[in-house]
């Protein structure tokens, strides 16, 4: 079975600054992927590569057996994309905006009437379809840009961070949705996103930092690579702990911003023994299994959260 989505070599330039630097991975059909990362990392781009609105400089991208560099017009008409801002006409109703759309890609008709009745059942749009899209809920507009994203019948569908100004409720709407289309039509879906929460849903992630993919795999496979506990401690002089830490316990102590962190098996006994060895020094401590942002922490040297702006702009790693 041939792959949805498949990336070799992926390298691509904004001038002197590479965004990407020889990007590879796959993804199967039907599968939920998502491309976990922060800001600068180089998700924007990526993105907009495989949606065609970027040229291919170097590598080789394919999608559906198609060409990303060769066969644009073929790719837009096979994929479905829902882009972080929003592309809805605020004036017009949820039917109007749907028409418009199906329109574009050349439905009319009872083809066109029975597609959208579809998908405002699916999405539970239906008793909405008259109201002005102004009037709806965030949650909502996110439910028909996705609709006008499938009205097609796209193989897949690419979500540029779907959950971004939605409420937990609108956000676990989504996702049942999204698990829907998976398990129903087998539609593969490719998600960009900076949220944890988000991350954890997809069958596979791929960590993007500073433009390269730095890890790939299931979300507990990314937690199991940690290993062991995580321990977090918080003091006045973490420099200097940390020497100390490391030169008594011989383990691996990271300085990360204001805090410290090990990763250890049994973390637990360590930490009674760091409270009683140092309880002057150490303001807080916890304990807890590998998240995905411990995978992150683990594969970069660095932590998730930064001030860059949400653009994909060059970073230097910290550790």
């Not at 499938?150 to 956000?171: F, I, N």
Request: aromatic share 4%; glycine share 10%.
């Amino acid at each position: 079975m041939q792959n949805a989505i498949n990336v070799r070599g992926l390298v691509h330039h904004y001038g002197n600054h590479r965004a990407l630097a020889g990007i590879d991975f796959h993804v199967p059909p039907g599968e939920i992927f998502g491309l976990l990362g922060p800001n600068g990392g180089g998700k924007t781009t990526l993105f907009r590569l495989l949606s065609t609105l970027l040229p291919v400089q170097e590598g080789e991208v394919s999608v559906l057996e198609l060409d990303v560099g060769k066969q644009q017009a073929e790719v837009r008409r096979r994929i479905g994309v829902t882009f972080q801002s929003p592309s809805l006409d605020a004036k017009l109703t949820v039917l109007e905006n749907l028409r418009h759309q199906g329109h574009l890609y050349g439905l009319s008709g009872s083809e066109l009437r029975t597609r959208i009745e579809r998908l405002l059942d699916r999405l539970g749009l239906t008793d909405r379809q008259r109201d002005r899209v102004e009037s709806l809920s965030g949650g909502l507009k996110r439910r028909v840009e996705i609709a006008k994203g499938l009205l097609h019948d796209p193989a897949l569908l690419l979500l540029d961070e779907p959950s971004t100004g939605l409420d937990p409720g609108a956000r676990h709407d989504l996702w049942r949705y999204l698990k829907q289309l998976q398990s129903e039509a087998n539609v593969t879906v490719l998600v960009t996103t900076h949220l944890m929460e988000e991350a954890d849903r997809c069958d596979r992630l791929g960590i993007l930092d500073v433009g390269e993919l730095v890890a790939i795999g299931t979300p507990d496979e990314l937690r199991a690579d940690v290993g062991g506990d995580c321990l977090t401690i918080h003091c006045e002089s973490p420099e200097e702990l940390a020497s100390r830490i490391t030169k008594e316990f011989d383990v691996t102590t990271k300085v990360l911003g204001g805090t410290l962190r090990i990763e250890r098996e049994r973390g637990h006994e360590l930490l009674g023994e760091l409270i009683e060895r140092f309880p002057d020094e150490i303001t807080s401590i916890s304990l807890g299994k590998p998240t995905l942002e411990d995978a992150f922490i683990a594969r970069t040297g660095h932590q998730f959260w930064d001030a860059e702006p949400e653009t994909d702009t060059p970073r230097k790693r910290v550790g």
